[in-house]
């Protein structure tokens, strides 16, 4: 994890979503002045997330964040390194905004499990196009690439926190809910760039479905 990305600005839409998801919000008040790091990651933020990485030039990088080429060559190696740092932010933002939707329906049960479509289905109608960032770039760039396998490692991590909220539900066999529950989440993602407005509304429902599937015998629905 780039440990620069955690508490910066992101995305418009998901910087208004996860200040929902938590009930707060937003502040009013102007931020300090923005530095050359935050100018450079901020720009990628906004052409990765549209155009994905092997469209973005790092001049056109360079001369949307205003900074000079040593500048950027001083807070990013590369663009691959840049490019890693955007998904950490990425990652980080939508984090927190499902941990939050999570925590608001209680931790537990089928509310919490089924968060994270509620919070999908927020981003879909906001037209936040980054939500497809890790599918994009795992594709774009092949799994053997960094980039690609920084990107399936954050889709394994989407799993693990599906698992962990089976198992404290109580279902049976969580990893095979969250492996289940993630092709609905990335088919919804799919189905939205497709231009499917109700998509996670649908893959919702299908979840319901998978949660009764896995319910141990006799447990209560919660």
Avoid at 56 to 70: M, P, W
Avoid at 86 to 105: G, T
Avoid at 123 to 136: C, K, N, T
Avoid at 152 to 161: N, V
Wanted: proline share 5%; hydrophobic share 50%; charged share 25%.
């Amino acid at each position: 994890m780039d440990p620069h990305a955690v508490d910066q600005p992101v995305g418009p839409a998901i910087a208004a979503s996860a200040a929902s998801a938590s009930g707060a919000a937003a502040p009013a008040v102007a931020g300090p002045p923005v530095g050359a790091r935050e100018r450079i990651l901020a720009t990628s933020y906004e052409l990765f997330a549209r155009r994905g990485i092997k469209d973005v030039g790092v001049d056109e990088l360079i001369a949307r964040s205003g900074v000079a080429k040593a500048t950027f060559y001083k807070h990013f190696r590369s663009k691959d390194e840049l490019a890693l740092a955007y998904l950490d932010r990425w990652y980080e933002a939508r984090s927190a905004a499902v941990d939050a939707a999570v925590a608001r329906r209680g931790d537990v049960g089928d509310a919490a499990l089924l968060a994270i479509f509620d919070v999908f289905n927020d981003w879909f109608r906001q037209g936040a196009a980054e939500v497809s960032s890790f599918l994009h770039v795992m594709m774009e760039m092949g799994p053997d690439h960094p980039l690609g396998r920084a990107s399936i490692d954050y889709l394994a991590r989407t799993r693990s926190q599906m698992a962990a909220l089976a198992t404290a539900a109580g279902l049976r066999d969580p990893e095979d809910f969250a492996w289940s529950c993630h092709i609905l989440l990335k088919g919804a993602i799919v189905a939205a760039a497709e231009g499917d407005g109700h998509a996670a509304e649908r893959a919702r429902k299908m979840a319901s479905l998978l949660i009764d599937l896995h319910r141990a015998p006799g447990s209560p629905t919660l």
